[in-house]
């Protein structure tokens, strides 16, 4: 069964326009949730995490996400896009209930336009 | 810390061969991950590990992977033989509890030719 669910292959947005890159996770505990980012041909960094706090987390490069239960969602949003985002983002959920096993999500490539 | 070290970065080997890959956790972290990543299907979780034991391996594409990590600081991925649909890059990861955040290695990129 998917546990981690990321709603668009590709997003192209504009430089300076907000960014939303969607995903949504199944799990019948409270999951750990985190966002990874990947630059080409580099490896996978963290962007920000969920861990049963507060709903709305910040992360670096002025990206956040809010986790949404009622909804199963954790979108990662930015209010303005620069050159330097353009990567594959990945959705992650840590499942309690497996010992920890950690899903990827498909990706979402983010292309940047001038 | 150094963070996690795989090696070698890049492995090039002709079908049939064994290759090794190797992977040296955080210290101090209890959970290692491997994961592979093609174009194709993305990013593969293989086997991962809590304590040194193997937790769950369904991620194994066969019988010619196999996984081990016989102590807290060092594991091992063996294909044996390798194919050529085994290339990918292979990464390794780690971390010190479930709810905490996994820290990657900079993968090893495979080539069966």
């Known amino acids: 069964a998917q546990s981690v669910t990321q709603l668009d292959s590709h997003v192209s947005v504009s430089e300076g326009t907000p960014v939303l890159l969607r995903c949504n996770y199944s799990s019948s505990y409270s999951p750990s949730l985190f966002w990874y980012v990947q630059h080409p041909n580099k490896g996978l960094q963290l962007l920000l995490k969920?861990?049963?706090?507060?709903?709305l987390v910040k992360g670096i490069n002025g990206f956040e996400a809010e986790f949404k239960k009622s909804e199963t969602s954790f979108h990662l949003t930015k209010p303005s896009a620069h050159m330097s985002d353009a990567a594959e983002y990945f959705c992650?959920?840590?499942?309690?209930?497996?010992?920890?096993?950690?899903?990827f999500g498909q990706g979402t490539e983010l292309s940047v336009k001038p | 810390d150094a963070g996690v070290i795989q090696s070698p970065r890049h492995e090039v080997t002709e079908m049939g061969q064994e290759v090794t890959l190797r992977c040296k956790p955080i210290?101090?972290?209890?959970?290692l991950f491997w994961y592979r990543q093609t174009m194709m299907r993305g990013l593969e979780l293989l086997i991962y590990f809590n304590n040194n034991v193997p937790i769950d391996d369904s991620g194994m594409p066969e019988d010619r992977f196999s996984a081990k990590m016989p102590n807290a600081s060092f594991s091992t991925l063996k294909i044996q033989p390798s194919e050529p649909r085994d290339s990918a890059v292979y990464f390794c990861?780690?971390?010190?509890?479930?709810?905490?955040?996994?820290?990657f290695g900079q993968g090893t990129r495979l080539t069966v030719v």
């Open positions: 990861a780690s971390r010190s509890g479930m709810n905490t955040e996994a820290f």
């Open positions: 992650v959920v840590s499942l309690g209930n497996q010992g920890g096993k950690l899903i």
């Open positions: 210290s101090g972290h209890n959970s």
């Open positions: 969920y861990t049963s706090a507060a709903t």
